[in-house]
């Protein structure tokens, strides 16, 4: 049995909406299958006012084991440090985070705004929101950089703008079935199993983005969404399209650019107008290319790619 | 027989064909177009894009115009040529720009200040 507690800061619930719709498996499956016991979630906890505190207070203390700390949303520090902006149960979230954080085994961020504060710390960051253990692509965010579980683990960082339910799910099962250790994460603490491919891999639009060929207005099915509508699959690491939405579609499948939320700078350009759904470029050439592509290499394999495109690949060729 | 069905020209490569060569004699006419500045930034691609969604879809000459369109590649920074061929826009084998705000054929040599790779 692993007790879980799952808290939110700044946050909009998106993840835990995204988590109540896991399937593989679901939420229910995580305690009836593989004996997890949610001590409290902001949804699904029944405990209220100073019987809350009391089970807060419990798990600090070690009365009772704290498995596995979730936490979903940003650390507010707003006004001067203090986190009054984000009060809970009685004192400053911020206060909970940290004494939960040191008493737990692990402790797992969920969503971008968990992981590197997400939009709330977009310049200029109104509630001085910090990531657990990172601001933006900045190593520290609240816990510190050093800062370790009582596991040996760093925060497991989950990112997203949601999260997939199954990558958090599937981690909450990992670590709860003892096979943390299993676990090798990235740069950004970010588990390898979901974060090493690229959005792009698995993409319905690669032959279209392998013969250079743009989709230049939404709703087209043909045509690669990099070139032109800002869609950052190339350059993201997550399995979206390998690990489908709902079991059975992907934003870029539909039509719709990545916005790269599961990379800490996300949101892109802090949002200045005109950088969203518009592949920004410096003279005509994309100001980020897919990754490991150098400039030169770019443009030759462009040349090449657009010269020996067949036909069907500038048509639409999904029948309906 | 055989031959006559793959030689035949369609309806929409035909007009493509027609237009493409009105442009060509308008640009070998001597049309002045608005070449420099090109357009690097967001502001001047927006400036130049919005200009454009102002005409008329028939309206060529000024479409020509305000893209800066050339007959040859421009030489861009870098020893980066900008060619239709190689930019986004362009639809290889309609030999066709797919800009919204333009639709135009053009050739693979020609260039404009929209271009991007």
């Known amino acids: 049995m692993a007790n879980i507690l799952w808290l939110q800061g700044g946050a909009c619930s998106g993840n835990t909406m995204s988590f109540l719709n896991a399937e593989e498996p679901s939420a229910c499956d995580l305690v009836t299958d593989f004996g997890m016991n949610i001590l409290w979630h902001p949804s699904l906890g029944m405990e209220l006012g100073e019987n809350l505190q009391q089970l807060l207070r419990d798990c600090v203390s070690g009365k009772i084991k704290l498995d596995i700390f979730v936490f979903e949303g940003t650390v507010v520090n707003a006004p001067n440090g203090t986190g009054e902006w984000n009060r809970f149960a009685g004192r400053p979230m911020k206060e909970w985070v940290r004494e939960l954080s040191d008493a737990a085994d692990f402790v797992v961020a969920i969503g971008d705004c968990a992981t590197w504060g997400g939009i709330p710390a977009t310049a200029p960051n109104p509630t001085d929101s910090q990531g657990l253990q990172f601001l933006k692509r900045d190593h520290g965010g609240f816990l510190g950089k050093d800062f370790k579980a009582k596991s040996g683990l760093p925060v497991i960082n989950i990112p997203g703008c949601p999260a997939h339910p199954d990558w958090v799910t599937q981690i909450l099962v990992a670590v709860a079935t003892g096979r943390a250790g299993d676990l090798s994460l990235d740069e950004f603490q970010r588990p390898?199993?979901?974060?090493?491919?690229?959005?792009q891999t698995g993409c319905t639009r690669n032959m279209h983005f392998a013969y250079k060929v743009s989709a230049t207005e939404f709703g087209q099915r043909k045509g690669c969404l990099f070139y032109d509508l800002?869609?950052?699959?190339?350059?993201?690491?997550?399995?979206?399209n390998r690990i489908l939405?709902?079991?059975?579609?992907?934003?870029?499948?539909?039509?719709?650019?990545?916005l790269g939320c599961t990379e800490p700078e996300f949101p892109f350009f802090d949002l200045a107008p005109g950088?969203?759904?518009?592949?920004?470029?410096?003279?005509?050439?994309?100001?980020?290319?897919?990754?490991?592509?150098?400039?030169?290499?770019?443009?030759?394999?462009?040349?090449?790619?657009?010269?020996?495109?067949?036909?069907?690949?500038?048509?639409?060729?999904?029948?309906? | 027989m055989e031959d006559q069905q793959t030689t035949a020209v369609s309806p929409e490569q035909a007009a493509d064909d027609e237009l493409r060569a009105r442009l060509r004699e308008m640009l070998e006419g001597g049309l002045q177009t608005e070449v420099e500045p090109r357009a690097y930034d967001h502001e001047t691609i927006q400036a130049v894009v919005a200009?454009?969604?102002?005409?008329?879809?028939?309206?060529?000459?000024?479409?020509?115009?305000?893209?800066?369109?050339?007959?040859?590649?421009?030489?861009?920074?870098?020893?980066?040529?900008?060619?239709?061929?190689?930019?986004m826009y362009y639809v290889v084998h309609r030999r066709f720009c797919e800009l919204p705000e333009l639709m135009l054929p053009v050739e693979p040599e020609w260039s404009c200040r929209l271009w991007r790779i």
């Open chain 1, 192 to 199: 390898k199993t979901f974060f090493q491919s690229f959005t």
């Open chain 1, 230 to 240: 800002g869609c950052r699959g190339p350059m993201t690491h997550s399995p979206c």
């Open chain 1, 245 to 258: 939405w709902n079991r059975v579609s992907s934003k870029t499948r539909s039509g719709m650019p990545c």
């Open chain 1, 275 to 320: 950088t969203v759904f518009k592949t920004q470029t410096v003279m005509g050439v994309p100001k980020d290319l897919p990754e490991g592509v150098n400039k030169k290499g770019y443009i030759k394999l462009t040349g090449a790619a657009k010269a020996a495109a067949p036909a069907w690949a500038e048509q639409d060729i999904f029948v309906v």
């Open chain 2, 51 to 87: 200009r454009l969604q102002r005409l008329a879809p028939d309206d060529y000459e000024n479409k020509l115009k305000i893209a800066g369109f050339t007959l040859e590649p421009w030489q861009g920074a870098d020893d980066i040529e900008q060619a239709c061929e190689t930019c």
